[in-house]
Every structure is written in structure tokens, then in C-alpha cells.
């Protein structure tokens, strides 16, 4: 048995009459019976894919939206979702006989028109682009948005296996986190879980066997865990609700097949909800669990205090009973609750059921006005198809929660960088930042950020972003603002640098051109881009507005249009090898003046064999050439232009490299104290210094130094061999 019907979702509108009765909410029941007979008349005999009548799609849309609380105009706007774009009516006809709020919903939703792209991946970003600035105009727009894609996704089994894969790769990466963010639990995990039963059937069904082998010993646990509780707490709580509710399966998936754990390994597989009236009770019902069950230590979250980022409240703690089960109880109240299942939704549940409680309405649409900034922020790329990557990595979950020294409590997602931080509290705090502290300790700016950390940003006035932010910071907003700096105070720079970028990239390309043939063949180009003329084209180049790897094939094209050469045959010779400027010891084979950086994944060392890498904006990143991040067969990478030829010159007196050694010993009293005293003794510069107990009584050290070379950290390795305990030392 499936977790999901394999019976089609289709909704009639008696169904959605049944759902707004049973709301207990006041609707316009005219207004919304008009929109069900225009949709019915403008649909007529117009079937889908599958055959069943084309009007049961929009109704079922329309219950989707009333079962998350929506208002009348919503329900209009979905039940008239598509009759503009699939039938003769126009906008304007919607306008005159709904009223104009319905028509902006209905235009926000209606998909965009066929625009020629040469990609599937521009047309798709275009698409979001449109639905994000919709967005941003009426958040509902995403809700019909986010309903109209979930009923798809229940009705999609007939269609083509292709398509399926398709719109679940879309679902799980542009609609799951944008629901996640809305605070729409309920959407975003059958998202999820839809997209996981296509494009991976057999792991699916994995674990929903799993699961289902359990279930009635799990109701009987969850029973059981319940009565405790209730017994426990009698009569001094009244009103309380427990329920018990299963992780969902992709989350199961995500620490099972992914990460290879077991089902055992995972503590919140099943959880018992409590729902009470007033937070002052959350804290009571969280004293009684504890007093019934022992709780298992860095389990605890308190989402009251701390709320997430999309609205989310509860306390959540992990705890054992008398048979040393886990299982997770998570406490909220009914407000917080409607906020946990429909997020940005119950701003109208709020409004429509309770008559506009104003305290809890203001609060809601603060975090409306939060939501449509964080949306206007993904549209700051000028790169249309960096904005589903954008969504994935801003809008998805994991994040991190930082603390000032003021004591604000800053969210940000999980790999972000104290220069994401900067940006995020101000963009004048980000352009002036030198550096940071965490927990009063200066760190790197390439630190990577965890929840707990006091984090401190180091400002002067005089100083001004680095073009190499671009490549350590991670939120979309930050490298909007960067780029955005650079382009407002650094044009004439910005010119030169994008000319010097085309020029290489064409002698790489064998693109043989005097400048004065320039504007010819980029003319076209710089157009489709919306650039008035080539400096701004040039200028985009410079500060990472446009990247070279992508239009690349554009121009190569135009080239063979115009001059009618393939530079296919073209044979360049390769330029011999030029030292460049302040690249630590390392050629770059055909370029000159080009800034260098080591890559943090795999630190490389004088002696390692290296390869770079044309970032975006920067230079080249140097990797080893055995580093996960670099394929290995090189002639099937979709960018391999972007791979260029790298080596070490000879080694220059007073350069310094970072390697990161990982040392495994028995644990010992001192034993941290002897590595720092024989790094001292070689006069090792160290970095950082991180230990931690293992298992069966060892201990791992990790240490961040600096050497010369390969063979200088052979040398420093033997000499820490030397260490009393020490079973084995690996370089990472």
C-alpha cells in the first residue's frame, strides 16, 4: 500500500462548497460561484493528459487553497488560474467581472508566454523570475502557484517517465524550498515526497515499506506515550491535544540512503505532538516529559524563544522511555500550529476565522514584508538562470543561527561566511568589512558559520569589497550587493577587466579579431542582454554581472555567422607559460596578470600535481589535481573550458602554503600540549587547533599549519610521528 493514492486527486466544486462550510469562515459564496461557472463555461469540453475533464483541475486547485484558509479572491484566482492563458477570455473581461485583485492573482499565475530561448534552463528561469516578482507584488500568487504544482504532482502518473523526472527535479528544487520558507509544512513535504516516488521509485518504496511494517506497533507506542503524558498532567493543564505524526519519507531518505544511516540511527522517525493554549504551558508540558521520560542530551531546541525563519515555533525535545525507544515531542500552541502547517497562510486563516486578532496579524505581516524582501533579493542577479540555484541555497533549510554582540539572533543558510553576515545586517557594514571575531576570537573571513556563534564584524570606513568575496560568501544577497558596488564605483575598472577577460577567452577560443571587429560580433550579444552599448557589456564582465562560460557558445556562433570559419579546425598554439601576478609560485599556461587562490578543499602544496580553474569574477582557483571537487575525466565536463593548465614555478624564498593534518592518538593528559609545543619547536605557524574524544579511547586532533612545500610538511609530519600515542597522521 502506497502512501500516496495511486486514485487521482480530481476535486469537484460541491467538495470545495463542503471545505468553505466546514472552515466556519464568512465568504463571498457569489463571488466565488460566478468564478466556478466562467471557469466551467471558458473551459467547456477541454480535457487534460489524462483525459478527466479539464475544469476538476482548477477545482481541486481551488480546494487545495480553501483548505489552507485562503480568502475569497484566492479561491477566485485559483478556480480562474488558467482561462486566460488556455481559453479566449482576456484580463481585462476577468477585471471588469472579479475585481482587479483577482486579475493581478490570475496574471501572476498565468505561465509565461513562449519565449525562444536557446535553453530549457533560461526558459525555466524566466518562469521563476515572473513568479517571483509576482510574489513580491501578493504573496498569494504562491499560493495558488505552490497548489496548482502539488496537484500536478497528484496527477502525474500519466505522464511521459521524462516529464515526471523533470517537474519533480523542479518540484524538490524551486517549489519544496520556497514552501519550506512560506512556512507551508504540509506543501512542501508531499512535494518532496512526490518528486522522491519519481526519481527514485525503489529507494521510495524502501522506506515506505519500512514504515508501513511498523505501523501498528508504532500506533500502539504513540498511544501509549500519550496516555503517560495525559495521566502525568491531569487537571493542572486544560485543553490539551496530542497527536502522533510519522517523518516524512524523503526526510527518512535524506539520513538513510544518503547520509547511510539506519533507521535505528534515527531518533525523530516518529514524534508526539502536544498542543496546548499559552506558551507558559509549553514550558510546563516540556517539564512534565522530562519528569516521565530521560532526555537525550543536544536534543532540545527551543523554537519559542528562537523562532525559524519561516515562522516556525515549538519547543522540540528528544527523549527515551522505559524500553529505551527515542522519539521526538515537539510543544506549541494552536497559534503556533497553524503557523507550523500553513505559514504565510494563516495570516488569512488569522483574518478570515478569528476577526484580525491585530497583535498576531502585525506579526504575520511583518513576516510577509520579511519574505517579499528576501524574494526581491533573489531577482538582484542579472543572470537569470542563478536564480533556481539562488532559491536551493537562501530559500532551503539548514540554516544557522548566529547571535551579535548586541545579542540579535541573525538566521542565515548553513556554509554561510562572516561576509554573508555583514551584508546581512547592512550593506554599508558588508562594504567596510576588514574582519571578524567569533566568541571573541578573530577568524578568517572564509569561516564557516555555526548556530551558537557570537560573531563580531570588524569595520574601517576607508576599506571597500574584494572581487574574491564573490567566490567565499554564499547568499544570493551578498554577492548582489558585491557585485553591485563594483559596478556603481568601479566602472572604468570594471571595463578594463571584462576587455582583458574577453580577450584571453578568445585567444583561448581561437577567436581571431582586431578590437575594431569587436562590436560586430558582440553587438547582437550585448542587445539580447539588455546592455545600451559594449562598455556596459565589458563593465558586466568585470564585475561578474555576465559569465564568460556562458556565453561563450553564443559568441562562438555569431563568429562562425559572420566570418564563416569553425573554429572547431582552428588551431591555436598555446601560449608558453606566463608567470602571473601575486600567484604564489604558480603558472597558468596561455594567461598573464591573472590573480590566483588556493582552493580551501584540498589546500595544494609545491610539489602536488595542481590544475586551476577560471572562477567567476576572480581568477583561477587552484585544486589538486586528485581533489573530489576536480572530474576526472576531464573531456566529458560540460565547462572543461573553464580547466586550464597549471604548475608551480620554482619555489620562492619566504612562501607559505596552509595544509591541514588530522592526527589520530590514544587519548592522554597532554597530549594536545605536546603537538603545540613540537609545532612550536619547528616554528610551525598554526591556524587552527580543533580536538575532540573518539570511541575506545582515542582522541583526533585537527591542526591548520603552515609549510613551504610537500616536502617540508613530510618533514613536519615524521617529527609529530615522534609524539607519544600518535597512531596515524593524514593530511586533508
Known amino acids: 500500500m502506497s502512501k500516496f493514492s495511486k486514485v487521482a486527486h480530481y476535486q469537484d466544486f460541491t467538495e470545495l462548497l463542503g471545505i468553505l462550510e466546514r472552515s466556519g469562515n464568512s465568504y463571498d459564496m457569489d463571488k466565488i460561484r460566478a468564478a466556478y461557472d466562467c471557469a466551467e463555461k471558458c473551459h467547456g469540453d477541454q480535457r487534460r493528459v489524462s483525459g478527466i475533464p479539464y475544469i476538476l483541475h482548477p477545482t481541486s486547485v481551488a480546494c487545495i487553497v480553501a483548505e489552507m484558509g485562503m480568502d475569497t479572491d484566492t479561491i477566485c484566482g485559483a478556480l480562474l488560474h488558467d482561462v486566460v492563458e488556455d481559453t479566449d477570455i482576456t484580463l481585462e473581461e476577468v477585471s471588469k467581472r472579479f475585481g482587479s485583485d483577482v486579475a493581478k492573482l490570475i496574471d501572476g499565475v498565468t505561465k509565461i508566454s513562449k519565449i525562444p530561448y536557446s535553453t530549457r534552463e533560461e526558459q525555466q528561469a524566466e518562469n521563476i523570475r515572473k513568479m517571483l516578482i509576482a510574489m513580491a507584488d501578493d504573496i498569494r500568487v ?22 515526471r523526472r523533470d517537474k ?28 522522491l516516488q519519481y526519481l527514485d521509485p525503489i529507494g521510495y518504496k524502501e522506506i515506505e515499506d519500512a514504515l508501513l511494517m511498523s505501523e501498528d506497533e508504532r500506533e500502539r507506542f504513540i498511544e501509549s506515550i500519550k496516555q503517560q503524558i495525559l495521566d502525568k498532567i491531569g487537571d493542572s493543564i486544560s485543553n490539551v491535544y496530542i497527536s502522533g505524526r510519522v517523518k516524512s519519507i524523503n526526510s527518512i531518505y535524506h539520513k538513510t540512503i544518503m547520509r547511510n544511516q539506519t533507521m535505528d540511527q534515527i531518533f525523530d522517525v516518529f514524534a508526539v505532538r502536544v498542543i496546548v493554549d499559552t506558551v507558559p504551558d509549553c514550558y510546563n508540558v516540556l517539564g512534565v516529559v522530562h519528569d516521565i521520560f530521560k532526555p537525550i542530551p543536544n536534543r532540545f531546541k527551543d523554537y519559542i524563544s528562537m523562532p525559524k525563519p519561516n515562522m516556525y515555533q515549538s519547543l522540540h525535545t528528544t527523549v527515551l522511555d522505559k524500553n529505551a525507544i527515542a522519539f521526538e515531542v515537539q510543544i506549541r500552541t494552536w497559534e503556533m500550529h497553524y503557523t507550523a502547517e500553513y505559514g504565510i497562510a494563516a495570516h488569512w486563516k488569522y483574518k478570515l476565522g478569528m476577526g484580525g486578532n491585530a497583535k498576531g496579524e502585525d506579526k504575520l505581516k511583518k513576516n510577509i514584508e520579511k519574505v517579499k524582501s528576501m524574494i526581491l533579493e533573489q531577482l538582484e542577479t542579472e543572470d537569470a538562470t542563478d536564480i533556481a540555484r539562488n532559491i536551493r541555497n537562501d530559500l532551503g533549510g539548514n540554516d544557522v543561527y548566529v547571535f551579535t554582540p548586541k545579542g540579535d539572533v541573525m538566521n542565515l543558510p548553513r556554509g554561510s561566511t562572516p561576509i554573508d553576515l555583514a551584508y546581512l545586517i547592512h550593506s554599508q557594514v558588508g562594504h567596510c568589512m576588514v574582519g571578524a ?53 568601479k566602472r572604468e575598472e570594471n571595463i578594463a577587466v571584462g576587455k582583458q577577460m574577453l580577450e584571453r577567452e578568445f585567444s583561448r577560443q581561437g577567436i581571431n579579431l582586431t578590437e575594431s571587429e569587436y562590436p560586430d560580433l558582440l553587438r547582437s550579444i550585448s542587445v539580447k542582454k539588455q546592455y545600451n552599448t559594449l562598455d556596459d557589456f565589458y563593465a558586466a564582465i568585470g564585475y561578474g554581472g555576465i559569465q564568460l562560460w556562458k556565453v561563450m557558445p ?126 612550536s619547536q619547528m616554528h610551525i605557524f598554526i591556524h587552527t587547533l580543533n580536538s575532540r574524544e573518539l570511541k575506545n579511547g582515542k582522541a583526533m586532533v585537527t591542526v591548520t599549519i603552515n609549510v613551504a612545500g610537500r616536502d617540508h610538511l613530510r618533514g613536519v609530519i615524521s617529527k609529530l610521528s615522534e609524539i607519544n600515542g600518535i597512531e596515524e597522521i593524514n593530511r586533508i
Not at 504532482?153 to 511521459?160: A, E, Y
Not at 523542479?170 to 518532496?192: D, N, W
Not at 563580531?456 to 567565499?472: A, M
Open 168 to 195: 519533480s527535479v523542479e518540484s524538490i528544487q524551486v517549489f519544496a524550498p520556497i514552501a519550506h520558507r512560506l512556512g507551508i509544512k504540509t506543501v512542501k513535504e508531499e512535494l518532496e515526497d512526490r518528486s
Open 554 to 679: 553564443r559568441i562562438k556562433e555569431e563568429y562562425q555567422k559572420i566570418y564563416g570559419q569553425n573554429i572547431e579546425n582552428i588551431i591555436v598554439p598555446p601560449a608558453p607559460p606566463v608567470r602571473t601576478q601575486n600567484s604564489s609560485g604558480v603558472l597558468i599556461d596561455g594567461y598573464s596578470d591573472m590573480r590566483v587562490k588556493f582552493s580551501n578543499c584540498c589546500n595544494p602544496l609545491p610539489g602536488d600535481e595542481i590544475i586551476g580553474y577560471i572562477t567567476r569574477g576572480f581568477g583561477v582557483s587552484i585544486h589538486k589535481r586528485s581533489c573530489t571537487n576536480v572530474p576526472r575525466d576531464l573531456s566529458k565536463c560540460e565547462d572543461i573550458n573553464r580547466w586550464v593548465v597549471a604548475r608551480w614555478q620554482d619555489k620562492q624564498a619566504g612562501e607559505a602554503f596552509r595544509s591541514t593534518l588530522q592526527i589520530i592518538a590514544n587519548d592522554r593528559t597532554g597530549f594536545l600540549a605536546d603537538v603545540t609545543i613540537k609545532l
Open 437 to 489: 571575531k567569533i566568541n571573541g576570537k578573530i577568524v578568517p573571513i572564509d569561516y564557516e558559520l555555526q548556530t551558537g556563534n557570537i560573531c563580531e564584524i570588524i569595520t574601517q570606513k576607508t576599506e571597500h569589497p574584494n572581487r574574491s568575496w564573490l567566490e567565499i560568501c554564499k547568499t544570493a544577497s551578498a554577492k548582489s550587493k558585491i557585485r553591485q558596488w563594483f559596478k556603481h564605483e
Open 142 to 163: 504562491i499560493i495558488i502557484k505552490l497548489a496548482d504544482r502539488l496537484h500536478n504532482m497528484r496527477t502525474m502518473d500519466c505522464m511521459p517517465e521524462q516529464k
